[in-house]
């Protein structure tokens, strides 16, 4: 398997642009999740996902962001309009079964908003 | 209030040089703890998990401990290559989240 992939790697957009990142997990996890790192607040979990459904979104910051998961192969990390503070990396992850098993984390999408 | 300390920010050892990193947290009920290896430009990528007072975990030079309070990830003869941001996250019983501490970088001179 060729582990969780995201895209974009890189994306820089201007203040008020619409950002989407995208996630593929690994095939057969029930569990996917979206996290946020930057260097003042770490790594902090923005929303997770149970076999394509929302669980808690708890995390989400405002409503600017929003994700969703259409099947199980896939889901998306949008951000409506974009601002500097949104700067950051974001990861995807997912898990097998129980949602405290091992996570298995990509390689994240670094997002830098002008 | 669920909270996870690391201890130190960064740590800087000659390679072979054994030494601990610590993970203090405060949880309402652990459901598990968790160590995780971040190399620069990745994602973590899991180590250990451990779930009771008294557990001990290994995997080749590194080796991790819990009590009721801390965990300690004890590095022995580390190498360059174990250069990385450790990162420590627990889960309570009552919610799922995980609640991640900020790391410690640690930096393997050879």
């Known amino acids: 398997d060729a582990g969780v992939i995201q895209s974009p790697r890189h994306e820089v957009t201007e203040m008020g642009q619409e950002v989407t990142l995208r996630c593929k997990p690994i095939s057969g996890h029930d569990y996917l999740f979206w996290y946020r790192q930057t260097m003042m607040r770490g790594l902090e979990l923005l929303i997770y996902f149970n076999n394509n459904v929302p669980i808690d979104d708890s995390g989400m910051p405002e409503d600017r962001f929003s994700a969703k998961m259409p099947n199980a192969s896939f889901s998306t990390l949008k951000i409506q309009p974009s601002e500097p503070r949104d700067s950051a990396v974001y990861f995807c992850?997912?898990?097998?079964?129980?949602?405290?098993?091992?996570?298995?984390f990509g390689p994240g999408t670094r997002l830098t908003v002008l | 209030e669920d909270q996870v300390t690391q201890s130190p920010e960064a740590l800087r050892l000659q390679e072979g040089e054994s030494s601990s990193l610590n993970c203090s947290y405060t949880?309402?009920?652990?459901?598990?703890l968790f160590w995780y290896r971040q190399d620069p430009g990745k994602g973590p990528e899991f180590l250990f998990t451990l779930y009771s007072a008294g557990e001990e975990k290994e995997k080749e030079r590194l080796k991790a401990t819990i009590t009721k309070k801390e965990s300690f990830l004890h590095i022995t003869a580390p190498k360059p290559e174990d250069s990385a941001t450790y990162l420590c996250?627990?889960?309570?019983?009552?919610?799922?989240?995980?609640?991640w501490g900020a790391g410690t970088k640690l930096i393997i001179k050879p």
């Open positions: 949880v309402s009920g652990l459901r598990g």
């Open positions: 992850a997912s898990s097998l079964r129980d949602w405290n098993n091992e996570q298995f």
């Open positions: 996250a627990v889960q309570a019983v009552s919610n799922y989240q995980l609640i």
